[in-house]
């Protein structure tokens, strides 16, 4: 008995020591963690997942041109200038990926210069996905 719970205990401590682990950074890349605290990441040559290519001759989908929209003051060509004066690129440089919208919300799926963003309307107000616009959470 004694030696089954020497050997069950020299396992787990042999598992948990000595171990490198993997982990995901916030922008999707993975890290090899060493146990002698180093690290590295793994695949560096492969792109970011953010990233897009916008092939010679692709269509953007077609959006709802209707009268609402214009009255609201928020079309696709509003939120590319939007787009284009806060990141500071061209127009020509944004391209339509996807989009869903009705009249109250939207989401946007947009390539701009090369990295792919999400775009939500709320009303006739655009935002980045994921920005907190109230600064609810920095206090």
Aim: with cysteine; aromatic share 8%; charged share 30%.
């Amino acid at each position: 008995m004694k030696k089954l719970i020497f050997i069950n205990l020299l396992l787990i401590t042999s598992l948990s020591f000595g171990q490198t682990k993997i982990a995901t950074t916030e922008d999707g890349k993975k890290v090899l963690l060493k146990d002698d605290k180093t690290w590295e990441y793994l695949n560096p040559e492969t792109k970011s997942t953010n990233s897009c290519i916008v092939e010679d001759g692709f269509k953007e989908p077609k959006w709802n041109k209707s009268g609402a929209w214009k009255r609201m003051g928020t079309r696709v060509d509003d939120l590319k200038k939007h787009i284009s004066v806060d990141l500071g690129v061209s127009e020509n440089q944004i391209t339509l990926l996807q989009l869903s919208e009705q009249l109250g919300n939207a989401v946007y799926v947009l390539c701009v210069d090369g990295k792919k963003m999400k775009y939500r309307r709320t009303g006739s107000v655009f935002r980045k996905d994921g920005e907190d616009v109230l600064k609810m959470g920095k206090e």
